[in-house]
């Protein structure tokens, strides 16, 4: 079977992890994803999954576990679930990446924003990967984009709602922003870009 992504290949490690990791953990596991996605920067190659989709997995996975916010990562999230066994941890991320990954979307509402409404400086941080004589070294990147489209959108089973904002060309700028609750997303989106409620589109 040919492996197309870091998806695929981590179904891979699933069925037989001794293969790819050693000792079988989680945190082993972690190590090995971050090579992997090291050196797709190098090469300059852009991968849309699991990781680096619109919502990001570790914020989920904070949602998941009942954390207020993802700052601690979504490997230690998921070892405190199991009072830190290693092995037991890397079968609760599988059992969590097969919940993410099979969420379905469902957009509530949709603002189309005219020019003028749009805020003048939208700051995205890129980290890509420079060459310099000597070696390879991380370095960011700041572009600035104006979203275009507001989207509320709702997933089957995560709670509250999720803020996607896109360009003119119809792509996602940055990760989506989870708000509790439908009628708080609304406000949000009104008080920044000063729009009604009339202004929606509902599906």
């Not at 596991?29 to 190098?42: M, R």
Request: one cysteine or more.
């Amino acid at each position: 079977m040919q492996i197309k992504d870091l998806g695929d290949l981590l179904q891979f490690i699933k069925k037989r992890p001794g293969m790819y990791i050693n000792p079988i953990s989680l945190n082993q596991l972690q190590h090995f994803i971050s090579g992997y996605q090291s050196a797709l920067q190098i090469h300059n190659i852009e991968e849309l999954k699991p990781f680096d989709s619109s919502v990001i997995f570790h914020d989920w996975v904070a949602l998941r576990t009942h954390y207020s916010e993802s700052t601690s990562g979504w490997v230690n999230m998921i070892l405190a679930q199991t009072d830190q066994n290693e092995e037991e941890a890397l079968e609760l991320f599988f059992k969590y990446l097969s919940e993410y990954e099979t969420r379905k979307e469902r957009i509530l509402y949709e603002l189309s924003l005219p020019k003028q409404n749009t805020p003048k400086v939208w700051k995205k941080t890129l980290e890509v990967w420079k060459k310099t004589v000597e070696a390879y070294e991380m370095v960011e990147v700041f572009c600035y984009l104006s979203p275009a489209t507001v989207q509320i959108i709702k997933y089957t089973t995560d709670p509250g709602v999720f803020i996607r904002y896109k360009d003119s060309l119809g792509k996602t700028i940055e990760r989506e922003d989870y708000h509790s609750s439908l009628q708080k997303a609304l406000y949000w989106v009104s008080m920044e870009f000063n729009v009604s409620q009339e202004d929606w589109v509902k599906f």
